[in-house]
């Protein structure tokens, strides 16, 4: 599975932007996918991850305020984010691995990754 992320951009504080992630591979659709953020100089950072049954858990930081999606018929998966602040901007990435598992919130657990999409939030 290959996975390609894009969407992300400059925006205000407030602001909403949707990130996408675009897979390769017909077994994408039976993969759990996550996103996780980077900021500069901090370790990588857990965000969310949907299960193929749709059940999703988030990190406190962005609950209430981001929500995954999928699209099986395009073989994709979305970060939807609303209500942006500053301390959301980093690079985010979609990762994928082909069974939930409970400790996923390590980035480790993951065996698929995206390059990255760079989200800034100015005040």
């Known amino acids: 599975v290959q996975l390609q992320a894009s969407g992300g951009g400059s925006v205000q504080a407030g602001d909403s932007l949707r990130l996408s992630c675009a897979a390769s591979?017909?077994?994408?659709?039976?993969?759990?996918v996550a996103w996780f953020r980077q900021a500069p100089g901090k370790e990588r950072q857990f965000v969310g991850t949907?299960?193929?049954?749709?059940?999703?858990y988030y990190a406190d930081s962005v609950k209430g305020r981001f929500t995954i999606s999928r699209d099986t018929a395009k073989n994709t998966a979305s970060l939807q984010m609303n209500g942006l602040k500053p301390e959301d901007t980093s690079v985010y990435y979609c990762?994928?691995?082909?069974?939930?598992?409970?400790?996923?919130?390590?980035?480790?657990?993951?065996?698929?990754w995206g390059q990255g999409t760079l989200v800034t939030v100015s005040s």
């Open positions: 990762a994928a691995r082909s069974r939930f598992i409970v400790t996923y919130s390590r980035p480790d657990v993951y065996h698929y």
């Open positions: 591979g017909p077994t994408f659709n039976g993969y759990v």
């Open positions: 949907r299960r193929t049954g749709g059940m999703t």
